[in-house]
């Protein structure tokens, strides 16, 4: 089994590609107004937000459980509408040696396509893919969704 792995989805929104890239890298403290369900909250330990090298704190609840996760923004492209973030600390790094994800929004029709990626490397065999994770996002991203086209 491999210990390195990259899983990929789209989300398929309303919302305009630039708004849900803004909520992301602007306005993720914002996220847990409106995915309330799933992000209990989202504080900014270093930097500033929408800067990459800052450092943001989640509180989320997933599979069952609260947990938390810090991330240091490594790339941000406002043309692309995408953002990676690093995990460096937190639940998932019981898990993983590392933990990257990135979210790209790319206009489609009315709305836009939320494609997330997450690269990952485990600390052994026996750790499952984060396929619960990647459906996590899909759930945020469509909350998001919801709130964004809400205020249109």
């Not at 459980?65 to 043309?79: Q, Y």
């Not at 494609?115 to 619960?132: L, Q, R, S």
Request: proline letters at 2%; glycine letters at 6%; hydrophobic letters at 40%.
């Amino acid at each position: 089994m491999a210990l390195t792995g990259k899983i990929e989805t789209d989300v398929e929104i309303k919302a305009s590609a630039a708004k849900f890239h803004e909520m992301f890298t602007h306005k993720p403290h914002h996220i847990s107004n409106v995915s309330s369900n799933n992000i209990q909250g989202c504080d900014l330990h270093e930097g500033d937000w929408g800067t990459v090298g800052s450092i943001i704190y989640w509180n989320y609840f997933h599979d069952g459980k609260a947990r938390v996760a810090k991330e240091r923004i490594e790339a941000i492209d406002a043309e692309k509408n995408l953002v990676t973030l690093r995990v460096i600390e937190g639940d998932l790094m019981e898990h993983y040696k590392s933990f990257l994800a990135t979210i790209q929004a790319t206009p489609k029709g009315e709305g836009c396509s939320v494609h997330w990626t997450m690269e990952y490397e485990k600390h052994h065999g026996d750790i499952a893919d984060p396929h619960t994770l990647l459906q996590f996002a899909v759930e945020v991203s469509k909350d998001i969704d919801v709130h964004l086209t809400a205020q249109a």
